[in-house]
């Protein structure tokens, strides 16, 4: 089992940033990749960024790309994520989630564990 703890949410006014954190305990931390995902009311959960086991691989969708940064500390069990020129549109929960394989993935069914979610609120 793997425990994940998100903090760092808030509310923020368009072209800000927030940087959000999520900390893990339990199973190795390192062996996991690491995962952040959104939802906003009525909508799916969406990707938003990605990291692999070790840090060296990540991913994000265009929606983010050059304004979203994932990184991780396997030595400190967390993996973040900065957030800047934030939009409205960025308005969701946002949830840490770990994967199994390792390597970075976009789909949720690849993450074994989720947090309990952060609530981000960028006002226009």
């Known amino acids: 089992q793997v425990q994940l703890v998100e903090s760092g949410g808030g509310l923020v006014q368009a072209g800000g940033s927030l940087r959000l954190s999520c900390a893990a305990s339990?199973?190795?931390?390192?062996?996991?990749?690491m995962g952040w995902f959104r939802q906003a009311p009525g909508k799916e959960r969406e990707f938003v960024a990605a990291?692999?086991?070790?840090?060296?691989?990540?991913d994000y969708p265009d929606s983010v790309k050059g304004r979203f940064t994932i990184s991780r500390d396997n030595a400190k069990n967390t993996v973040d994520l900065q957030m800047n020129s934030l939009r409205p549109e960025d308005t969701a929960v946002y949830y840490c989630?770990?994967?199994?394989?390792?390597?970075?993935?976009?789909?949720?069914?690849?993450?074994?564990?989720w947090g309990q979610g952060t609530q981000v609120t960028v006002s226009s």
């Open positions: 339990g199973r190795t931390f390192s062996n996991y990749a």
């Open positions: 989630a770990a994967g199994g394989r390792g390597w970075t993935s976009r789909a949720p069914w690849d993450y074994n564990y």
């Open positions: 990291i692999s086991y070790s840090g060296r691989s990540t």
